[in-house]
Structures are given as structure tokens and as C-alpha cells.
């Protein structure tokens, strides 16, 4: 028999649509459930590979991980990932499609239902509960015609809606009751009721708001969250927020300074998640429009659109904070696509990223690279060759680098593959895996590099802890067996 299903739509984007999922998928795996997840179209440069060799938004492998199961491609069939000159890359059920602008891609919508269709089918097949995550806003009436994210995946499947305001941001009443307005009227009658999230201070304050927000909207009060805090401690969805405080506020009292420079389509940056919690770290994301601060490590991170991105380096002047950086000693890590621009030169002869066929890199680094169609997508793991500390992660990247230094391999697999490179006088590594740190010996040895003391925190022991406690609070303020009755 087919799963039930319950689909979570927003009043807007960051509403806390991933959050409520994953603490959901918690808590009803620990009441025995088979719970799996499900977002139809999702938009993100911080993608995960699956187990079965795809590549999802992180939010629904962090729901996988809440629900206890495997990541599965099938968890996010359609995969939007912004790069520049040539639109957004498209991957449909974990394999790139091709690149569309934004115009082209909602005439590709219909095009694209059926895989959407298939691959929710395929984990309903499966499961007890399928818990389904909206796009965005269930309000955005201007592109339901050809919608696969919100109303129109929902009415197609048949499943019903449970809507989702942020009190956090003002305004919850007129997002909630403004968008029972404007939805279609074949849509309506989807909608089970609605969740007020972020709330801070005392409930009871809002308890008149509830009921005036239930009896215009005419939908079911469902529950009242308050604010969690913890949710910084999970991998974020996308790179907004990040590195809103300036870098001139930081005082570092005495811990080691790593800077990561905010790069216009920086991909998979929850790499540094771990470093965060760190407290022999002061991580800075550096904002455009700011000089790199002094450091003891600059790691340049993962981007969707390398050759535009190290062009924004240089626009940035960056590229000038990097070499007196490494001029005064200090030391630099490369992951991915900052691994790549490290190198003394990038080739893209098929046009994959960028109008232009080749670019000078950074050169500090003796190796080059040319990017091509073919993206290895793989869960790796194995040994640091310099301090021999286990590592775990993924690969997923375009592109072959080659060079001298690519005889000092930073990492080995277990295959015997050597990955990454280290320059000739140490001060600069790359690599090509990602999820490196949240390994607590490799993070430990990385730490050690720079003359700093990991401390004894488990990181993903703490992820799994804060599921827990995400799942206990909305067992506290969500109404988890009416939306058990809900779902069908």
C-alpha cells in the first residue's frame, strides 16, 4: 500500500520549510515510522551526493539523515544550481540535464513533472510517510501555470498542504490570509492548515493572532513554534545570512583566524559548518566589499561558477589579500573549485561555465585545469598523506587537474587514487573532496596545521543531537497527530 504523504508549503522563501521537515521526519521515525523525504524542485548550490550516485539539495540529505535512511536521488528530482553566463544547471534525478535560463526553464517545467512524479512514487512505494517540502512561496500565482514546487505538484499528486508563516519576519497574518486569496480555487480545498513559526517571547501573546489568522483564512491552527536556536548547528539550505557581521566587529581573543571569502556562487559551504563550533576558531565569512583579514588559513571554497568566480576574486582585490597573505607565511586551502583556482591556469574549451575558452589562476599552486562535460559524483574516503588522519566525504566536480604538484597529493582514497596537491613549500594544499571537517581526526589534523587545538566535539554526534532536540520541541508546539490524520 502506498505511503501517506503531507506536503509542507511556505508564505515565502525562509520560512523555516526545511527546518520543520527535518524535525518532523525525527520525530515521526521515532514513532516507528518509515519516513522518507521529498522536495519536487529545490534551488541550491549546496548539493549533497546520494548513495545511489546523485546529487540532492543539502536540506533533504539532512532529512534523510533525520529519518535515519540512505540520501536518495529520488528525494529531490529536480535540482536547480545558479551558475552565470549560462543560466542554471539543471539536474534531474541526481544527473545534470543541461543548463536554461530563468525564462527557458519555466517552458521546461512540464517537461519535467513526470520525473517529478516518478521518483515521488518511487519513495511512496517504499515507505510509511512521505513528508514533501514546497519551493519558495504557495502565493507565487504569476508561475503556477507550469508549477511542479508547490500547488501544482500537489494538486497532481493528490496530496494535502499544510502551510507555513515566519512571525519572525512581521507581518504573519497578511501572509497567511493573503495567500488563501490569491491561491487558485481548485487549490484551496488542498490546504489542511497552518503552522505560525519562529516565534519569540511569551505564546500566550499571540494566542488572539492564532484565531484571527484560523477564522479568516477559515484553515486550522496547527501550532505556534517558537524560535530554535540550535538550528545554526544544522548544515544550512543556501548561502543566505551568511557572513552578515563585518569582519572589523571579529574580536578573535587569541584563536585562530580562518577566513573564508564569500564568493559569488559559492557552492557547498556548509564545509565549514564544523569549523564554526570550533573554540580555538574564529571563522570569518568575508562579505564583498571587504579586504581579507589577517589570517592564520584562507580556504577558498567551492563554487558553481569558477571562472565567473575568480574573476569577482580579482574584482574584489582579494587575489592582492591572498599573495601578501602567502608572501607573510600564512597558509591557504583550496576545496574544489578554490582548488582549481589555485592553479596557475583554467581551460574551459566546451564553453561548460563561461564564454572564455582559458584564464590565468592564482598560480600558487604548479598545476592547471580544464573543465569538461563529465561530473564525478562520489562518496569517497580514506587518509591525509602528510598527517595520515582518516577522512570521509564526497567529490562532486567538473573538471581534471594536472601538474607538478599534483605529485604532493594532499589525500589518498581507499582505492589507492591520489587526490589534491601541496606546493613545494607547504604552505598551500587543495583538494577536491568536500566534508572533509566534518571528520573529527581530519578537522583535528587541519587544526594542528595552523597551530590550533581541536577540541573533543563529535560533529556529527552533535547533528544527530540537535535532530532530537528539534524533533522534542515540535512534539511540543505541533500538533503531530492531527497532521498524522492530514496526511493520506
Known sequence: ???????????????????????LCRAYHRRGLRVLPFKPQNMSNNAAVTADGGEIGRAQALQARACKVPASRHMNPVLLKPQSEVGAQVVV??????????????ALKPQLMPYVLESFAHLRSGADLVLVEGAGSAAEVNLRANDIANMGFARAADVPVVLIGDIDRGGVIAQIVGTRVVLDSLDLPLVGGFIVNRFR????????????????????????????????????????????????????????????????HIANFDDFDPLRLEADVELVMVRPGSALPVADLIILPGSKATLADLAHLRDQKWHIDLLAHHRRGGKILGICAGFQMLGRALADPDGMESHHAHMEGLGLLDVTTTLSAHKNLREVEGRSLVEDAPFRG????????????????FLQFGDGRLDGAISTDGLVRGTYVHGLFNQDAQRAALLGWIGATASQLSYDDGVDAVLDALADHLEAHVDLDRLLTLAR
Open 394 to 409: 564526497y567529490e562532486m566536480h567538473i573538471g581534471e587537474t594536472a601538474g607538478p604538484d599534483c605529485a604532493h597529493a
Open 93 to 106: 534525478q541526481g544527473r545534470v540535464w543541461g543548463n536554461a535560463k530563468a525564462r527557458d526553464y519555466q
Open 201 to 264: 517571547g511569551d505564546p500566550s501573546l499571540f494566542a488572539d493572532g492564532m484565531q484571527w489568522i484560523a477564522d479568516k483564512s477559515q484553515w486550522p491552527a496547527l501550532g505556534l513554534v517558537p524560535h530554535f536556536a540550535d538550528a545554526v548547528r544544522l548544515p544550512p539550505e543556501d548561502a543566505f545570512g551568511l557572513g552578515r557581521e563585518p569582519v572589523a566587529a571579529r574580536s578573535h581573543g587569541g584563536r585562530r583566524v580562518i577566513a573564508v571569502p564569500m564568493l559569488a
Open 1 to 23: 500500500m502506498p505511503a501517506k504523504a503531507l506536503m509542507f508549503q511556505g508564505t515565502g522563501s525562509d520560512v523555516g520549510k526545511s527546518l520543520i521537515v527535518a524535525g
